[in-house]
């Protein structure tokens, strides 16, 4: 397992001026991390973090990781494929998928990170589901003949939860549709907040073995640990479930400290080699 990290944590970075994704992956690397996933915005919004989408500027950002040795290893795009207001808008989420995904593939982005909806009232659930599945389809049957991973991410209202994703997976089976698990997403979590945390670590159990990407929410690092879970449990199914991919940390305050991102990244890597030697000598099976 690696570390990584995501844009969002410098949202706030982002805002300055003559902050650019080249500033962005400076900083990961100096922060001493492997990976980075990239906010690419919405369907009608300016490109965010990533600066833009012509193919050019795209390879360039790519090429510019690969000297500073870290991994644009995933693509994060916004999306609503069950916007019933204005059917026009619902399409051009489907394509706005479709043209990262092939961006991605032209890039050597092997994800692509997106969502599936949100409820709104005029329609049952079973037709919004549809919508989703529908477009899911769609975008997974460019995936594969492109060759990147469509990962989903338990962030939206339709399809929230791993027993609800694993019905989309099989209704839409492809080999190319994955998960993106950010274990506290839809959970009470958090400073202050543990109610949730044995629904939490069961619903990452579940999306964990079809992951492609991964993120972890940081809260604060408090006396050594994390704030707000256990995070040898949460490494430990990840390895469990074979996981080998990247955790993209999302710092949730985005005036926080960056300090924040690095004393955090110790912690996980400690944890992942405890559990790492763990697993060597047979402790985790």
Known sequence: ???GLHSYSCRHAFKKPGYSVFNFLDDAVNWGFESVEIVTGGAGSPPSDIGGDDPAHLKK????????????????????????KNENWRQDNIAYIQHWIRLAAACGVPNLRFLSGYYSDGRTNEELEKLV???TKI??????REGVNLAFENHSSIFPYANDIARLMSLVNS?????????TNGFSIGRGKTDDLERMYANLALLAPKASDAHLKIFGVEDGSLVGYDIDRIIAIFAEAGYDGPLHLELV?????????????????ASIER???GSAAGEIR
Do not use: G, S, W
């Not at 790519?62 to 991994?71: H, P």
């Not at 975008?139 to 594969?144: G, K, P, R």
């Not at 926080?256 to 991102?261: H, R």
């Open 253 to 269: 305050d985005a005036e926080a400290d960056p300090e924040i991102l690095i004393r955090a990244r110790q912690v996980i890597k």
């Open 133 to 135: 599945i529908d477009a």
């Open 61 to 84: 950002v790519c090429a510019y990781a690969r000297e500073r040795n870290i991994e644009v290893h995933c693509f994060a795009t916004y999306n609503d494929f069950a916007f019933i």
């Open 139 to 144: 975008c997974c049957e460019l995936a594969e």
């Open 275 to 277: 559990i790492e030697q």
């Open 175 to 183: 080999p190319r549709l994955t998960t993106c698990p950010d274990p």
């Open 1 to 3: 397992m690696r570390i």
